[in-house]
């Protein structure tokens, strides 16, 4: 099955700690997205990959980062840096030609 | 800078038929999209508009107007299971950043 996924669903971490979320996607799609939802709130951008090796800043970047060293994997870094991290973190991927973006389940992050 | 704005909440009865409107301002962008958010999961894709007028998916149509800076997404035959939020989002034809609205809720009385 063609999908993409994220873990682990749930992750608790302690102030001051780096935390990495997982985001693999095997549909071939050329661009994949980063986004932080609040409770209530929409999607905000954080990071985005257009191609392998590039990606941009969303509008809420900080504190976070991101690398895109193969096309199916986008991992995201929440580092020590972000004051306030706890949120549901959604991965996104989108054929480079459409607007049609296909998103994973999302990562809970709880920060104790 | 680039913004959309939906209602926060609107209220339908099962079986009726509820718009959620959706305003924008971007300086240009590929089309509008609609996503639909049950609680606790991911967003899904319902519709896009590339150009103006009508797209029609089954029970779910979505307009798009660009003189306006204005779409909705309409959805008929309410079932219980369309009480979700909804989400509006453009692609930024500048930097390909993608813009989500806040979300609409949608509640669905019996």
């Known amino acids: 099955d063609g999908g993409i996924t994220q873990s682990p669903k749930y992750l608790f971490r302690k102030e001051g700690q780096n935390v990495t979320l997982s985001c693999e996607q095997n549909?071939?799609?050329?661009?994949m997205y980063w986004y932080r939802q609040d409770p209530g709130q929409g999607l905000r951008l954080i990071y985005y990959s257009q191609i392998v090796n590039d990606f941009q800043k969303g509008d809420i970047a900080e504190g976070y980062s991101v690398s895109r060293e193969k096309k199916e994997s986008f991992p995201l870094t929440v580092t020590s840096a972000q004051k306030n991290p706890t949120a549901f973190y959604l991965c996104a991927s989108m054929r480079g030609s459409a607007d049609t973006q296909y998103f994973g389940p999302g990562t809970r992050l709880t920060v104790l | 800078g680039q913004s959309l704005e939906q209602p926060s909440e609107v209220t339908a009865v099962e079986g009726a038929i509820v718009q959620i409107n959706c305003t924008y301002q971007?300086?240009?962008?590929?089309?509008l999209s609609w996503y639909q958010q049950h609680d606790g999961g991911a967003p899904t894709f319902l519709s896009y508009n590339a150009l103006d007028g009508l797209e029609e998916t089954g029970r779910f149509s979505s307009f798009l107007s660009r003189s306006d800076s204005y779409g909705y997404l309409l959805l008929q035959e309410l079932q219980m299971k369309d009480s979700a939020s909804y989400f509006c989002a453009v692609r930024s034809s500048r930097d390909d950043k993608i813009i989500f609205g806040k979300g609409t809720r949608l509640h669905i009385l019996p």
């Open positions: 549909l071939n799609h050329d661009a």
């Open positions: 971007t300086s240009g962008f590929y089309g």
